[in-house]
């Protein structure tokens, strides 16, 4: 699932070539591609037609453009997305062919580039919502900010981290807890703590507290600065455009490889379903509480 920085590449394309645009026309081809606009597909598509898409914004992994009328005032509505697993918004030219798994188009009163919604899983969707101008849709309140954010309180997510009763890893996929860090990041950002994910985080002190969150800013932002990390055709920005940032991973999908750090190989374990990676030599895993 795209993360932080594979997100927020997508949203700076919308920024640059959705932004400030008036939609005139609105396909649905899925009916699941809006699942979560509760009112149905008409609806959908009369709350975008002939609205202006303002500044793209993002809180975790969601995406949202406040929607104005045409003269430039406010409707108190935005539209959200999700990419889900597969979910792509591109923004492509109205002659470029509709891809296999296309599942809504918004053509713009310019003329100019189409925006498509493509996913090919249908686990990402779209919906106009309720969002008091610029502010947060209420549906995402529960999302914590993200490390890379101005306001970002780190006394207050070291408290909270320190006061949970669970694996580190957990709580760092806990997206009320910090916003936008998935399996990828936070098995790098632990490695460069030297922090195994299943060191449990009321025994942390507040110098690994720190160290963490110093690692999971820099992977966030080496990324971003990669322009993501794409495994396969899946995860690209607005323009089909891979990133780069999987040639830098230390960990993560590096199963048998040395560490880079100290040359033990990586080892893989099962967690949550998936997979962590780890260095057993920088990452011990931690000794079982005493009964």
């Not at 009112?39 to 959908?44: D, L, M, P």
């Not at 949202?64 to 009328?69: D, F, G, H, T, V």
């Not at 045409?70 to 509505?77: F, I, M, N």
């Not at 030599?281 to 509480?289: G, S, V």
């Amino acid at each position: 699932m795209p993360e932080l920085p594979e997100v927020e590449v997508v949203r700076r394309g919308l920024e640059r070539w959705v932004a400030g645009r008036t939609v005139a026309t609105v396909e649905v081809h899925h009916p699941r591609a809006v699942r979560r606009h509760l009112e149905g597909v008409e609806h959908f598509v009369q709350s975008l037609t002939g609205r202006t898409l303002a500044a793209a914004r993002r809180r975790g992994k969601y995406l949202w453009l406040p929607l104005a009328e045409p003269d430039g005032a406010p409707t108190g509505r935005a539209l959200v997305a999700h990419l889900g697993m597969s979910g792509q918004l591109l923004v492509e030219k109205p002659a470029q062919p509709d891809g296999t798994h296309l599942r809504a188009r918004l053509t713009f009163t310019d003329g100019g580039r189409e925006l498509r919604f493509v996913d090919q899983r249908t686990f990402g969707g779209l919906a106009v919502e309720e969002a008091d101008g610029d502010s947060l849709p209420p549906r995402l309140a529960h999302i914590a900010i993200d490390p890379l954010d101005s306001s970002f309180d780190e006394a207050a997510f070291s408290a909270a981290l320190r006061r949970r009763h669970t694996e580190v890893k957990r709580a760092l996929l806990d997206q009320t807890l910090v916003g936008g860090v998935g399996n990828i990041y936070a098995d790098e950002a632990l490695w460069r703590a030297r922090l195994h994910g299943a060191r449990p985080t009321d025994r942390l002190t507040g110098e690994q507290v720190a160290d963490l969150l110093a690692g999971v800013r820099d992977v966030l932002g080496e990324a971003l600065a990669q322009g993501g990390t794409s495994f396969d055709s899946l995860y690209v920005d607005v323009n089909g455009r891979s990133g780069y940032f999987s040639r830098f991973l230390a960990v993560y999908g590096q199963a048998d490889r040395p560490c880079p750090r100290c040359g033990t190989p990586i080892v893989r374990e099962s967690f949550m379903n998936r997979s962590s990676y780890s260095c057993p030599t920088c990452q011990p895993r931690p000794r079982a509480r005493r009964s």
